[in-house]
């Protein structure tokens, strides 16, 4: 059975970072790649970025440029997303979705993790 | 960037009654190396992950009712369901992901009339 799960919510200040965890299990770690998409208060849904953990390579929307880095732990089958620099425009639930394979991200999002509210505040 | 545009942004259908989404995309989404179209439908409930209903277009995802089909090719794809459910009120997302950055549609709203 597969599963992803991801870490619980988090409150930051402006200018911090947060970093979000996504565990999968049910399958090999390495036979996929894994994506994170987010979702603004009442919008929809936007590619952050994602990672493929057999090559370590990872890819990200633009407009994150400088400010986003994803990692992958093999061993504890976790794949992370790390965004600094928080502004208020951050505010949003934060997805983790496993593609159902490894050569990159030309393919469906098949399961989804839980989402990770992360709210930008002072 | 693969612009996604979805109509109509709200859909009122009566249970019973067949509903129809439409998906744009700015470019095609057909790959030859496959003869596929990248491109896949999610339903959202609220408090809920995107849940995958349709990939590669028309193929349906493991244990999803069969009156739920999609169509189209290139540019323009549809999503529909036979015989709308109480259970099918949602909001309907497509998703291209012929090339990065991976994009979604604006998402249709679909309610029970």
């Known amino acids: 059975q597969v599963q992803v799960v991801q870490s619980g919510a988090e409150v930051k200040p402006p200018g911090s970072s947060v970093k979000v965890s996504c565990k999968a299990s049910?399958?090999?770690?390495?036979?996929?790649?894994f994506t994170w998409v987010r979702q603004a208060p009442g919008q929809g849904l936007e590619w952050v970025g994602g990672?493929?953990?057999?090559?370590?390579?990872?890819n990200f929307a633009q407009k994150f440029q400088g400010r986003i880095t994803i990692t992958a732990d093999e061993s504890t089958s976790t794949a992370y997303m790390e965004l600094s620099s928080l502004r208020s425009e951050d505010t949003a639930v934060y997805f983790c979705a496993r593609v159902p394979g490894y050569s990159g991200f030309d393919l469906h999002l098949d399961y989804w993790g839980q989402g990770t509210l992360v709210t930008v505040s002072s | 960037d693969i612009v996604m545009t979805q109509s109509p942004d709200s859909l009122p259908v009566s249970l019973g009654e067949r509903a129809t989404i439409n998906c744009k995309s700015s470019q095609s989404l057909f790959k030859s190396s496959n003869n596929k179209n990248s491109l896949a439908w999610y339903q959202q409930k609220p408090g809920q992950p995107p849940k995958l209903l349709m990939y590669w277009a028309s193929t349906r995802e493991s244990g999803v009712p069969d009156r739920f089909s999609g169509s189209g090719s290139g540019t323009e794809f549809t999503l529909t369901i036979s015989s709308l459910q109480a259970d099918d009120v949602a909001v309907y997302y497509c998703?291209?992901?012929?090339?990065?950055?991976?994009?979604f549609g604006g998402g249709t709203k679909l309610e029970m009339k």
């Open positions: 998703q291209q992901y012929f090339t990065t950055p991976l994009t």
């Open positions: 990672i493929i953990p057999l090559f370590g390579t990872w």
């Open positions: 049910g399958g090999s770690f390495t036979n996929y790649a």
